[in-house]
């Protein structure tokens, strides 16, 4: 059997580029004359924009750590033990770059392993131990703190979460049996499986303390001096921390059965996590820790090992790395400041638009359009909206009046835009529109000034065709809700030059997009591939399979929402509009379904009504529908699906529409939703062996985003 410090020794072997952390421990007299204390501190030696991590050599200095106090602990000389970070950060978990390299399932269970048995460690002191959550905490960071005896949280805690989930882990150091076992099943399911699936989302300080995961709270300016007043009130007995009982009875198993309608209706059964983490928060109710962590380390080897982590890991590091430095991206030093803005049309995405680059750029906006009326209306959104953001608490008054007064509207182009430095176009998807609007604007303003336009599918070369300065436009393609979707797909016309992209690459950078370069191709890469996708969908249905047949055949992969509720998201008629773009590009593959049409011409917005508040296929589409009588199983129907996707997706990186695969999954994550477990779509098509079905060879080398061989 293998120490633990053998365990750690043979993990570090494996991994010689780790960031490590030091446990540096000092010692000093507590408050309130309640005696000597040892506290450990967690730091990487880097300042807060590197988190702290637990990778194993990190782990070992933390055992050593524990040595000594441990054995100062048994020997009478310290009363008390805490743990913190260094400013801003306390610990942010395992070092993922580590879990990449592991090639052996044993070595994926020593990381387990190690991890838990340096871990409990903190329990089984001599003397209390505490832990004091003074930055952002994630995964193995807040595991950490939970094997301690008490805990504090700092009111700036920004960022608190066991996102394991959310990558295809389970919280496998103490996460998935210590919690439950501390705040109730309920919590513990909310933490661990609702909040990762919803986008990984993080708790604050504040609701740190609600949901009893930490004992006291603190504000952040003097954290630290008020934890150890208070651990010493606690070590003297002046204050009792008191906690509610857990309920193991039926309020445990609910609360598991709540978590698997959760995964259900996140991941529809495609990726295990979830599942995982909720078998040992099931088993967690006998309160028997040893057997949970057992439970916790085996989950992790199998899962370590797994083609979804890997793919969860891959679609994680395109979003942190790939996603901020943009590959094809000209030199950042080329792009010109940009101090006033323009925005063509008031409509609702013209208005999203002016509300986006006001609170990033905070410079002026300028809205036209084709009446004052609608300018009006466009403005107002905008002021409407910068005082939600006032209510919530988001921004204070004179922020919101600064902002108010940034956006403004008026008719004459050429007084809006005279002085402005990017002028985007949001006006109706129409070519001849928009070639009028773009010679307007390049009448009235300055040389230098950008041209961007938002279409989602015209030429942007035939766009800037007619202009005498056609090297200055841009395409700037953002997804619905532009709040909410981080893509923006940057699109270099033949003409455009390096200076022009340049300077819409650090605007995207400003607007916090995430900003991927494409080739000027019909339709770019998002639509393409959902109008390809939608399109199999739609002709499956127009030749005769059932409508829920059709639309519950796609469910295994996980997608945010079914293909005929993004349509309605989308608007059937942007649909069409997209569809007919693309059959003109390429008749062979893109098809204009008639059903589609039917259901655009009778004004309809989407297949479904909700009365019963789940989707019902409206009766009144239904009786437009004209279908053949060829019905596909659900089996057919994702086979067919899937093939044109992987041959479309194959035919774009021959035509060079992205620099490599990685994009069109960097796309289709931060553009459509794509599951973050599935790595995005073309680590899934390798795995299904459609991608050598189809084209005849892998999007990506066996290892990357799938298990190691």
Known sequence: MSTTAELLKQASDLFPDEVVTQAHVR???????????????????????????????????????IDQVEKEAADGEIVGVGITGKPFIFAVGADLKGVELLKEREHALAIGKGGHDVFKRLSKLAVPTFAYYNGAAMGGGVEVGLHCTYRTVSTAVPAFSLPEVFLG??????????LPNLIGADKAVTVIIENSLNQNRQLKGKQVHELGIADAIFEGADFLEQSLVWTASVL????????????RGEAWDQAVERGRAIADSKVHGAAPAAYRALDIIAAAKSGD????????????????MSGELRAGLYAFNLVQ???????G?????????????????????????ALLFVRRLEVPVVLTDIDQERIDKGVAYVHSEIDKLLGKGRIDQDKANRLKALVTGVLDKAEGFADADFVIEAVFEEMGVKQQVFAEVEAVAPEHAILATNTSSLSVTEMASKLKHPERVVGFHFFNPVAVLPLLEVVRGEKTDDASLATAFA???KLKKTAVLVKDAPAFVVNRILTRFMGEIQNVIDEGTPVEVAEKAVEPLGLPMSPLVLLELVGPAIGLHVSETLNKAFPDRFTVSPNLKAVVEAGKRGFYVYDSGKPELDPEVAALLKQGDTVLTEDQVRARVLDAVAQEIGLMLDEGVVAEPQDIDLCLITGAGWPFHLGGITPYLDREGISERVNGKRFLPVGVASAPA
Request: hydrophobic share 45%; proline share 7%; glycine share 12%.
């Open 27 to 65: 010692h000093f007299d507590l408050p309130l004359g309640a005696g000597r204390f040892a506290l450990i501190t967690l730091d990487n030696g880097l300042d807060h924009t590197k988190p702290t991590t637990f990778g194993p050599a990190s782990l070992a200095n933390l055992d050593a750590a």
């Open 169 to 178: 882990l389970v919280p496998g150091w103490g996460g998935c049996t210590l």
């Open 236 to 247: 003297k007995g002046d204050v009792t921390v008191e906690r509610p009982a857990v309920d």
């Open 289 to 304: 820790l040893q057997a949970g962590f057992d439970a916790e380390d085996e989950a992790l080897a199998d899962l370590i």
């Open 321 to 327: 790395k790939r996603g901020k430095r943009p590959v």
């Open 329 to 353: 991206a000209p030199d950042k030093s080329l792009a010109r400041p940009v101090t006033k803005v323009g925005v063509v049309g008031a409509g609702l995405m013209a208005s999203q638009l």
């Open 507 to 509: 605007v995207a950078k």
